[in-house]
């Protein structure tokens, strides 16, 4: 259904009120200034915020007003002005349309909801409609304020943002900050009568998404009841933006931009220029927007099999053999993954590797001979005789300096720098918008499918070739995002030829975790950490960014471990998608048993793990931590996941949202070793836990809930759940 909206005339100003009846937008204009965002509108109200052009484009020939190195303010933005906009519906999904131009520019903006999710995804279409060229430099996909000054002395005051960084090992450390603060000193600007110049803004550049940080954040105030999520859609470069005007506080999001990522894209007349997508959900708490977040994730997400099947997978790297995987090694591995219920056994990297160092060799993705004897299909058929989906690893965009494939690409198949292959780390890189690359990378996958069976790839993804290449664009930001996006359509080409076949997206651990790959593919490696005792902050923090389904933290028991820290590491995957690695065949018989264990236990629980919204019980997780807790909520209470490194052997965990419901705590794993003592306490919502005489220990619990006829009414599901975050 298509609805058109002619052009107003002689009624300004005007306004439209545009959304569904989770989250609206108060969209505003006239004749003499552009489309602004006046309001959010939610079920808990309509929230003022401070009017900034809706629409940001920043091009050679027209750059700010006043100077500055922001997103906003740019004097095309001033200059747009309303059009027509169209309104459409697509089963449960509604797109607005709406269409502004300047004198040489027209600018249109696409915005995108979904019943009963609070989310709107934001994408703007550039098209020169002059007669000269026009040079972009930065085209906003999302501007728009989140708070005004009007009646109120501070504008920032009582706002937090929540906002996460990463590295290789350490993915995703989130910490709660004021805004007000030494990122916004009040400055004064009023008397001024000018905006200020400067921002606080995080960017990414290269093809290492999610490296240092993370495109996805929140704004919040208690005091408002307001909060803003976001996530920027993009496998490449991005920025967002949070800055302070006279009359009030604005977040931007973009794609590349010239000052940030050497992003600049030449348009003759006619031609056009579509921008990444981003989204923003709004609610009346940071918990609010996590949960619209993860319905917008769920919502947007590829149709596939895997999405409610989530089987186990087991792979055969993690701190077991380490990229050396040979016949011997793996038979006695396979059946003791079968044994154990896996369902998924996937052969990691190593297995096309003839010389023992692999590194700079890779691209052709052949078959070893030495270190199979009887052929890798001699393995492939041991794990398909095992009931399992046979799997391999894959780097498919990389090309080792030292294999013949460098020579037998054409040199344009590659990234280039003034005609020079782009090398790190000894590899050269594909440019998957040549023929050539993705010609020789889909042979690569149907061959592995056709001569083996292949039903699982963990794609991985080890180098980051820097800010791009500038073979066939007009900036090496503008082809690294052309390359990123042939990157997409290419993996949306696999799977339409292979609509079963399950994808890992991995990328040194967890460096390219963007929204943008993962609404394809099935499921996220979150680390690399190899120290079982690390690995629970980055499991606890994952469902900030990605789907709990998706997010597959390594257990990974050894056979020299107790009970206690195998356990613990089993307890580490079991809220997201169970990933098991471990010297299985080395086991004793109870070691395998606890194993087995816990994935009867994980294929008991996916189908709950896969309709849930995640809490944090003890507030948002910081590296050291001496305890950590992750929850899930489900249809009839709450599943989660404590961890105790070290201090206390007792802790309070706060469920809010279960306030005045009676609950019963049981243990969901493990059932062989002693219970945790529990108390709960309904008029709080809360649970007191004793963990064991040891420091090292985890526990998954169940927390199942009927409501009293004597205490006080259950809060609201929309109750901030990480509210209790770093402070």
């Known amino acids: 259904m298509t609805t058109t909206h002619p052009p107003t005339t002689g009624a300004t100003p005007a306004r439209l009120q545009w959304g569904t009846d989770t989250l609206s937008l108060d969209l505003q204009w006239d004749d003499e200034h552009p489309v602004t965002c006046a309001g959010y509108v939610t079920r808990s109200g309509h929230h003022r915020v401070h009017r900034v052009p809706l629409v940001e484009i920043l091009t050679a020939d027209a750059g700010h007003r006043p100077a500055s190195g922001r997103l906003a303010h740019t004097e095309h933005g001033a200059r747009l002005r309303y059009v027509d906009h169209t309104e459409t519906a697509s089963g449960d999904a509604r797109t607005l349309t709406l269409r502004q131009r300047s004198a040489d520019l027209e600018a249109t903006i696409e915005l995108t909801t979904r019943d009963g999710v609070a989310a709107i995804t934001s994408r703007v279409r550039v098209v020169n409609v002059g007669t000269g060229r026009i040079v972009l ?184 053999l380490d990229g050396d995987p040979t016949t011997e090694k793996l038979l006695p591995l396979i059946r003791a993954a079968a044994d154990v219920g896996a369902e998924v056994f996937c052969i990691d990297a190593g297995w096309y590797d003839d010389s023992g160092f692999w590194w700079d060799t890779v691209g052709a993705w052949e078959p070893s001979t030495t270190r199979f004897p009887g052929g890798l299909g001699e393995v492939i058929d041991a794990i398909h005789a095992a009931g399992m989906v046979a799997g391999l690893w894959l780097e498919p965009e990389v090309v080792g300096i030292r294999s013949p494939l460098a020579d037998a690409l054409p040199r344009d198949a590659f990234l280039q720098r003034n005609g020079e292959r782009v090398v790190e780390h000894d590899r050269f890189h594909l440019d998957l918008r040549h023929p050539a690359a993705r010609g020789h990378l889909d042979a690569v996958v149907d061959r592995l499918v056709a001569d083996f069976g292949v039903g699982f790839f963990k794609m991985d993804y080890n180098i980051n070739p820097g800010p791009g290449t500038d073979r066939d664009s007009d900036s090496v930001g503008d082809g690294l995002l052309e390359h990123n996006r042939a990157v997409l359509d290419w993996l949306d080409g696999v799977l339409d030829r292979h609509p079963t076949l399950v994808i890992e997206n991995c990328s040194s651990g967890a460096m390219r975790m963007d929204y943008a790959m993962l609404s394809r593919l099935a499921m996220q490696s979150t680390s690399d950490q190899q120290d079982f005792r690390k690995y629970p902050p980055i499991a606890v923090a994952a469902p900030l960014s990605i789907l709990p389904e998706q997010a597959a933290s390594w257990a990974y028991p050894q056979p020299e471990m107790d009970a206690e820290e195998s356990t613990f590491c089993l307890v580490t995957g079991l809220l997201g998608r169970f990933y098991v690695s471990g010297h299985l065949n080395r086991m004793d018989a109870a070691q395998r048993e606890r194993v087995a264990s816990a994935i009867a236990v994980a294929k008991d629980l996916r189908a709950e793990i896969a309709t849930s919204h995640p809490d944090w019980p003890l507030g948002l997780p910081r590296w050291d931590d001496a305890w950590l807790a992750l929850g899930l909520r489900t249809g009839d209470g709450e599943i989660v996941s404590v961890w105790r490194r070290s201090g206390p052997d007792e802790i309070t965990l706060s469920f809010p949202h279960l306030v005045g419901s009676d609950v019963e705590v049981t243990t969901v794993f493990p059932l062989d070793l002693p219970a945790w003592h529990t108390e709960w306490d309904a008029g709080t919502g809360t649970l007191h836990v004793r963990g064991t005489d040891g420091p090292l220990a985890a526990r998954t619990l169940r927390l199942s809930t009927r409501p009293t006829g004597s205490t006080p009414t259950p809060a609201p599901d929309h109750t901030d759940h990480i509210q209790g975050a770093i402070q």
Do not use: C, K
Request: hydrophobic share 40%; proline share 5%; no cysteine.
């Open 137 to 320: 430099r930065a085209v906003a996909s999302w501007v728009a304020g989140f708070t005004e000054r009007d009646g109120v002395d501070d504008a920032l005051a009582g706002w937090d943002r929540i906002t996460g960084t990463s590295d290789w090992l350490g993915e995703g450390r989130w910490t709660r900050t004021p805004l007000r603060g030494p990122d916004f000193v009040p400055l004064a600007e009023h008397l001024t009568g000018h905006n200020p110049r400067g921002a606080l803004s995080a960017v990414s550049t290269g093809t290492w998404s999610t490296a240092q940080h993370l495109p996805t954040g929140i704004l919040e105030s208690s005091a408002a009841g307001l909060a803003l999520a976001w996530q920027i859609e993009h496998n490449g470069a991005w920025r967002w933006e949070i800055g302070e005007d006279t009359s009030g506080g604005y977040l931007a999001l973009s794609g590349p931009t010239d000052a940030d990522s050497g992003w600049t894209r030449v348009l003759d007349p006619a031609e056009g220029f579509v921008s990444v997508p981003v989204t923003i959900a709004v609610g009346d708490s940071a918990g609010a927007t996590v949960d619209a977040l993860t319905d917008h994730r769920r919502a947007t997400r590829r149709d596939h099999p895997d999405n409610v099947a989530m089987p186990v997978v087991f792979n055969d790297y993690m701190n077991t």
